[in-house]
């Protein structure tokens, strides 16, 4: 078989099925190709900023990384606006979809949160409610979206900033996405991991 008989879903039969779930097994492989693929194409957006939005993105998984943050902080900040290329009024939670089954729920939280956070630095230049941060108060990870926002993403749009390149963060963007989906080991409910781990010298 290379094509299923089917027109409609509901006459496709066992083997059918599982014919297209082999296929679509081989296709999740290349899930972190094309979302490093997704973050060059973050290039072309948004012109404005000193930086583009690649360039944002791999400054704030830069500081990210350089702040001794674990692997699931690195790649959770790396796609943390990917979301921008198709979702520009919810791109948080574009990317936290992508990122839920494959990292920490902290991360994942941050990440589909982080437009609310941010509007504490530009809401009042806007128009916008710098407070909308205010009604995630009490929540466990509250206090880590702060942080995210405050050393990784506010701050990093600078283009004299030493980013790391894209190749550098490449295998680690492959090894989250080839873990277990939903596993409950990664995704670790209610557990927290510092966003900054101070180095020895
Ligand atoms: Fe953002
Ligand atoms: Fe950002």
Redesign the pocket.
Known sequence: MDKVAFTQMKDGTKEEYEFLTRHEVEHTKGTADRLLKALVDLDEGLSGYQIT?LG??LQ?ATRAFRDGADIDWIVSTLL??IGDIYAPYNHDEYAAAILRPFVREQCTWCVAT?GDF?MVYYGHHVGGNPHKRDHHKGNIYFDDCVAFCERW??S?FDPAYDTLPLDFFRPMVNEVFARTPYDPNVIRQGHREPLVIPQAE
Request: aromatic fraction near 0%; glycine fraction near 0%; charge should be negative.
């Open positions: 939005r944002h993105s704030s943390h606006d982080h941010q993403d506010q990093s």
